[in-house]
């Protein structure tokens, strides 16, 4: 079908790639794209199955009813997104903290022992202040890392994108599996939102008659087509 195929594939293709991963935030986005599918081919359904006793009025009321209910699920399906990924995002966040140990020091004497550090490193030159935090890195020191990835750069005195660069190391190394169920839920985030464009689009064209009436002709178009071939293997095979 012209509107669900182009869903159905992005649908299958995020499946795949999350298959056999204990992954139920992204699992359930996909879940979501898999509810916008079925709602396209409903209205797919309604527009090409014309009741015989209904006239094109009649005909282009109930597609543009069909739009309307698509258009509504949209709107449905991006608020359990947008709830799923809250949840989601900082229970895997929450995890994250606890695995690195980078969460900030709430006593008096981890934020002084913190500040001490970070004035140390400030000090340094530019390159010995590099190495600190590559040694501390390579050590998986947390408590030196998290005095300096949870300070401004201006406090540290070490370039944001090297700091960045350092975290992104560290995280990975640590947590490679929250890593990654984060950025499965950020991918199949990215997937639903281009179906729900999609979708948006075909609620519109739904209610628009000359959209419609073409994509009716392609469609019949396309069966007649795969009757022609299948015809046509029949008889080479008689």
Do not use: W
Request: no cysteine; glycine share 4%.
């Amino acid at each position: 079908m012209k509107y669900s195929n182009p869903i159905k594939k992005i649908m299958e293709r995020e499946l795949a790639r999350i298959e056999g991963k204990n992954h139920d935030g992204p699992t359930r986005v996909v879940g979501e794209i898999g509810r916008l599918h079925s709602a396209v081919q409903s209205l797919e359904a309604v527009v090409l199955n014309r009741d015989p006793s209904h006239n094109d009025a009649m005909h282009m009321k109930k597609s543009h009813e069909a739009g309307a209910r698509l258009a509504k699920a949209v709107e449905a399906t991006r608020h359990r997104a947008n709830e799923i990924l809250s949840a989601y995002n900082g229970s895997l966040s929450e995890k994250l903290m606890d695995r690195t140990g980078l969460r900030p020091p709430e006593k008096l004497e981890g934020i002084m022992r913190q500040s001490e550090l970070r004035t140390v490193v400030r000090s340094l030159d530019d390159e010995k202040r590099r190495d600190v935090l590559r040694d501390a890195v390579k050590a998986k020191d947390s408590d030196t890392l998290s005095a300096l990835f949870n300070a401004s750069p201006l406090v540290t005195g070490i370039d944001p994108n090297f700091l960045r660069e350092m975290r992104n190391t560290y995280e990975k190394a640590v947590a490679p599996d929250v890593i990654d169920e984060m950025n499965e839920l950020l991918e199949t985030d990215n997937a639903l939102q281009a179906v729900a464009r999609t979708a948006e689009k075909v609620a519109r064209d739904s209610q628009d008659e000359q959209a419609m009436q073409a994509f009716i002709r392609a469609q019949e178009a396309s069966e007649q087509a795969k009757e022609s071939f299948t015809a046509a293997m029949q008889e080479q095979a008689q």
